[in-house]
């Protein structure tokens, strides 16, 4: 058991420095990768605040109007903050998964010109993910 502890502590540290020590690149790549995100789009970065909004309405029109969801005692305010208070962090944990995911791929020039660590890689998503969270 000791040997587990020692080996999650040390590797956390190790992805810590890694973060640490690269901070400026991945700062740099989060930048562009959200310019690229919503460069074509007609409303830009309102997006950040209008994808979870959208999504929100629809899932209170589901279960508030259509299947009449309830907390026995409580407002239905109080049900539209528990869905969303699930949402967000959801979202934005979806959205740095499956962009941490395809980050090695469209980075692959980074990968073979660049000399970076391959784990590097995965952390690019992550400050999208705080940024996302925050919007929202």
């Keep these: 058991m000791r040997s ?7 590797s956390t540290l190790d992805a810590s420095r890694t973060i640490l020590r690269y901070r400026k690149i991945i700062w740099a790549t989060t930048r562009v990768e959200l310019a690229k995100r919503y460069s074509g789009s007609a409303l830009g970065l ?47 944990f979806w959205d740095a998964i499956s962009g941490g995911s395809l980050c090695i ?5 980074l ?13 690019f998503g992550y400050p999208w993910f705080l940024y996302y969270s925050s919007c929202s």
Excluded: C, D
């Design 46 to 92: 309102a997006w950040v605040f209008l994808h979870p909004a959208l999504l929100l309405s629809i899932y209170i029109f589901v279960y508030v109007v259509i299947f009449k969801v309830r907390f026995p005692g409580y407002a239905q305010s109080y049900y539209v903050l528990y869905i969303f208070s699930g949402l967000i962090p959801y979202l934005g």
């Design 105 to 109: 791929k469209q980075n692959i020039h």
């Design 4 to 10: 587990l502890l020692t080996t999650i502590a040390g």
């Design 111 to 123: 990968v073979k010109n660049v000399m970076l660590p391959i784990e590097l890689f995965i952390y």
